[in-house]
């Protein structure tokens, strides 16, 4: 391919040199024009010379006219032929030619000086390399792969080292460890961010998330100290009460979960799609904690079975574009507010097609699950990353409407990109 790549290029330094040179090297065609019309003047003035002539010997003017005339003709046709003009065409003709050879020189030797520099002579392999082309069209795309955003991450981390007190760098790697679902390291990143910016809340409520992510999901200890210091000095922080009234419900204290989410439910903006979300669970977990005894057992019996059939496949159109191992998420969400899922599982492409049931022991937090809802949306996502938040190029399959006292298998088909 590489001597195929310099035959092309030799081609086209050629046709540029053909376009270049012959114009150079022949006489240039205004120089033909000048000659045909140099010769028109002269045979004008012969013209005139022989009418002065003849008028001269008839007596129509006197010898002293007759030589101002011939003065003044010599004078126009002087300026006509434009004496020096052959001086500069001769020059500009030598130029021309001198200019052939440096062309001849400078095409090719330039050409290739930039192209070493700035070209890539292997582009025609790497057209043919599937591999390649797959990474060139993600790039085009503008959306990095995940073996570029892990080395963008391994550079931040390793910038960080060098530059210790960069607040800003320690939550930006916080939030890319989370989001990574490294959890630990994320703790690392964020508990650096905390010694530097001491009590803020914008460093202490991820740093407190983090931390019982990393525990499993419990919000004991550390967590929920750093939740309540914020409360303390800002009693209004909307991520502070939500996380309140999760470590709390997550603790058995629905009494006091439902107070925090009664005052986040008044600190939300009217028009907030989170404000009728935080309401439908205040009625749902009041509605647990208000019943009378008999009724309140058996509402619970109800509530902790509540669960969701679920039947997922892949379209054999796409099932080419992934792997055996590549993750599988079967999830629950809520049709509106908090997109935090209900209830999730885990599962490989190699399992496919597989039926599963989610319930509220697949919750990610006690606050949000599936028996505080009527209606929720599934879904399915194939992730090559392995990561749990979406990403462009994911595979994807929905049931935009669910009802759970619908007990009939629920099918999902995986048939779209997400974009």
């Given at each position: 391919m590489t001597f195929l790549f310099w035959i092309i290029a030799g081609a086209l330094i050629f046709i540029a040199l053909l376009i270049l040179i012959p114009p150079l090297w022949r006489t240039p065609a205004h120089a033909v024009i000048e000659d045909d019309l140099d010769q028109r003047n002269i045979h004008i003035a012969r013209d005139r010379?022989?009418?002065l002539k003849a008028n001269k010997a008839s007596g129509g003017i006197s010898h002293i006219q007759y030589d101002e005339q011939v003065a003044e003709l010599e004078l126009a046709l002087t300026e006509d032929l434009e004496l020096a003009k052959p001086v500069m065409s001769q020059g500009v003709q030598s130029l021309g030619r001198w200019l052939i050879y440096l062309l001849m020189a400078a095409v090719p030797l330039l050409s290739g000086g930039l192209y070493a520099l700035l070209g890539n002579f292997q582009a025609i392999e790497l057209v043919n390399d599937p591999a390649q082309r797959a990474g060139s069209d993600q790039a085009d795309a503008g959306m990095?792969?995940?073996?570029?955003i892990n080395q963008m991450v391994a550079k931040l981390a390793d910038k960080l080292k060098?530059?210790?007190?960069?607040l800003e760098g320690w939550m930006m790697l916080g939030r890319s460890y989370k989001v990574m679902e490294?959890?630990?390291?994320?703790?690392n990143a964020y508990g650096q961010a905390y010694k530097l910016a001491g009590e803020k809340a914008d460093v202490?409520?991820?740093?407190a998330e983090v931390l019982a992510l990393a525990n499993k999901g419990n919000w004991t200890g550390s967590p929920k100290e750093l939740v309540m210091k914020v409360l303390a000095k800002e009693p209004e922080h909307p991520t502070a009460l939500w996380f309140a009234a999760m470590l709390n419900a997550q603790q058995g204290d629905k009494k006091t979960a439902v107070t925090f989410l009664r005052k986040l439910e008044t600190v939300l903006p009217p028009d907030s799609p989170d404000k009728k979300q935080i309401h439908e669970i205040i009625v749902n977990t009041e509605g647990q904690t208000d019943a009378p005894?008999?009724?309140k057992s058996t509402t619970s019996e109800s509530k902790a079975t509540a669960s969701v059939s679920v039947q997922v496949s892949l379209t054999d159109e796409l099932r080419a574009e992934?792997?055996?191992d590549d993750t599988v998420f079967i999830y629950a969400q809520a049709l509106s507010g908090p997109k935090m899922p209900l209830a999730i599982l885990r599962k490989k492409v190699s399992e496919l097609p597989l039926s599963v049931s989610l319930s509220d022991a697949d919750?990610?937090?006690p606050a949000m699950k599936l028996s505080n809802f009527k209606q929720i949306r599934l879904l399915a996502r194939i992730s090559k990353s392995g990561n749990a938040m979406p990403q462009a190029g994911d595979l994807i399959g929905t049931d935009e409407q669910v009802n759970l006292i619908d007990e009939k298998p629920h099918k999902i088909v995986i048939n779209e990109r997400v974009k």
């Open positions: 010379l022989a009418e990095p792969s995940p073996e570029e060098r530059e210790p007190n960069n490294r959890y630990q390291e994320a703790v202490m409520l991820p740093y005894a008999v009724e992934v792997n055996a919750a990610m937090t």
